[in-house]
T-cell receptor, first 113, second 116 residues
Framework: DGGITQSPKYLFRKEGQNVTLSCEQNLNHDAMYWYRQDPGQGLRLIYYSQIVNDFQKGDIAEGYSVSREKKESFPLTVTSAQKNPTAFYLC????????????FGPGTRLLVL | AQTVTQSQPEMSVQEAETVTLSCTYDTSENNYYLFWYKQPPSRQMILVIRQEAYKQQNATENRFSVNFQKAAKSFSLKISDSQLGDTAMYFCAFMMDSSNTGKLIFGQGTTLQVKP
């Protein structure tokens, strides 16, 4: 079955630690996105990538980094510079072109110890 | 800057009845796309319905339909014959046609409870 997988489902971060969230898709989509969801708020765009080896900052990129070495994979690293990382993180993918529907993964819940 | 507002944080409806969720948006663009996404307790975001701004006809997907009022910048979602499985958080989202980035701008969400 085609879809988007995210791992782990829950992730705990210690102070000063970098952690990496995985996002993999087998939909053959070129475009991939990372969103952050805080309680009582909608999703906010962190980073996006329209094609392999290229990515762009979204609205809240500070404290995060990404890579896009393979079409199927778009990992997100939450660095120690992100002072309030506790949130639910959602990955999405779509056919590129800007207006195509985005399909979402099941999400990763990040908590700070 | 574009904004999306959902003014109803929580709503409830009896099973089999109809409910309407409100969404307004602000943009100076003429061409854009609007979406309703559903996020059930599993937290998986699922596309419910999509509307192109250049289309006058309101989109419909089975029990889900929209009332798109472009001049009023309003995009409400109507759920008919509500089912227990419709219990979820619903997000309205906006995408500019000209952005070429695929960037979605989300509202704050409306939590819908369907009661048996």
């Amino acid at each position: 079955d085609g879809g988007i997988t995210q791992s782990p489902k829950y992730l705990f971060r210690k102070e000063g630690q970098n952690v990496t969230l995985s996002c993999e898709q087998n939909l053959n989509h070129d475009a991939m996105y990372w969103y952050r969801q805080d309680p009582g708020q909608g999703l906010r765009l962190i980073y996006y990538s329209q094609i392999v080896n290229d990515f762009q900052k979204g609205d809240i990129a500070e404290g995060y980094s990404v890579s896009r070495e393979k079409k199927e994979s778009f990992p997100l690293t939450v660095t120690s510079a992100q002072k309030n990382p506790t949130a639910f993180y959602l990955c999405a993918s779509s056919i590129p072109g800007g207006v195509e529907t985005q399909y979402f993964g099941p999400g990763t819940r990040l908590l700070v110890l | 800057a574009q904004t999306v507002t959902q003014s109803q944080p929580e709503m409830s409806v009896q099973e089999a009845e109809t409910v309407t969720l409100s969404c307004t948006y602000d943009t100076s663009e003429n061409n854009y796309y609007l979406f309703w996404y559903k996020q059930p307790p599993s937290r998986q975001m699922i596309l419910v319905i999509r509307q192109e701004a250049y289309k006058q006809q309101n989109a419909t997907e089975n029990r889900f339909s929209v009332n798109f009022q472009k001049a009023a910048k309003s995009f409400s979602l109507k759920i008919s014959d509500s089912q227990l499985g419709d219990t979820a958080m619903y997000f309205c989202a906006f995408m500019m046609d000209s952005s070429n980035t695929g960037k979605l701008i989300f509202g704050q969400g409306t939590t819908l409870q369907v009661k048996p």
